[in-house]
């Protein structure tokens, strides 16, 4: 969804492989994906962009690469659990994040059985964890190429088993917020009110404990994905104007 977005605003996306070899600690795992992004830049400005859970990897890494990111783009970012607020108005789904923190072979067995799910019977997984979503969230598996995108979402993420979607997780429940005052780059986040996966105060938290982030982009109806289908264009185009900004200034 953000590909056509991007195309039209002439944004090239590159997409960061978290599928890494090996058993890494979460240091170790961090420092790949800043090399790994740090490299394909090739020393120009670095732009992230971070959703739901994905937002603490780009906040995490933009702590690490420092001055060479210019910005980071967040859609309905999970902000970190170790604040007991910020799990406030979650779902069903702040079990699963439960587990990874203080039971991880149960995590890790439930990780298996969603894997089996996407594999064996795709639909039924979409409609398990679309059960109780808020906002317009239902209303896209009514859609039949949303639904398709979701369904290559679930496949691509246990394509090469559970390790990379289990690793994602483990490192979003480990505490990082102090990692927060390490960031340097300017932060724009985009947050659905009615979202119950990743509830609004945590864009709320990440804006207040960052230096440079702007006030919240709220959607009254949107929720998790349709945040982030719902604000693609205008993201990309943000992207867009910032980036000749930046150009012109440099010039």
């Known amino acids: 969804m953000l590909h056509q977005a991007a195309l039209a605003h002439g944004i090239k996306l590159l997409v960061v492989e978290r599928n890494l070899p090996g058993e890494l600690s979460s240091a170790a795992y961090l420092q790949q994906l800043a090399q790994q992004i740090s490299d394909r830049a090739a020393g120009q400005p670095i732009r992230l962009l971070g959703f739901s859970i994905g937002a603490c990897l780009a906040l995490r890494v933009a702590a690490l690469l420092g001055e060479r990111v210019a910005e980071v783009y967040l859609l309905s970012a999970a902000a970190p659990l170790q604040i007991p607020s ?46 109780g979503a808020g906002g317009k969230d239902p209303e896209l598996l009514h859609h039949a ?69 702007s006030a919240v982009s709220r959607g009254a109806e949107h929720a998790h994905y349709s945040c982030l289908l719902e604000n693609a264009e205008t993201v990309m185009a943000t992207v867009q104007l910032n980036s000749s900004t930046a150009r012109t200034a440099k010039s």
């Open 86 to 131: 910020n799990s406030v108005g979650m779902g069903a789904g702040r079990y699963t994040f439960l587990w990874a923190q203080h039971y991880p072979r149960l995590f890790r067995a439930f990780a298996w059985y969603q894997a089996l799910l996407a594999k064996v019977s795709p639909g039924l997984l979409l409609k398990l964890l679309f059960a």
């Open 145 to 213: 190429d949303t639904q398709a995108w979701l369904v290559d979402i679930q496949r691509a993420c246990f394509k090469h088993g559970t390790r990379s979607y289990v690793r994602d997780v483990e490192v979003y429940v480990e505490p990082w917020a102090t990692e927060l005052d390490s960031v340097t780059a300017a932060v724009r986040l985009w947050h659905g009110e009615a979202d119950n996966w990743a509830p609004i105060a945590m864009s709320i938290y990440l804006q207040e404990h960052l230096r440079h982030a």
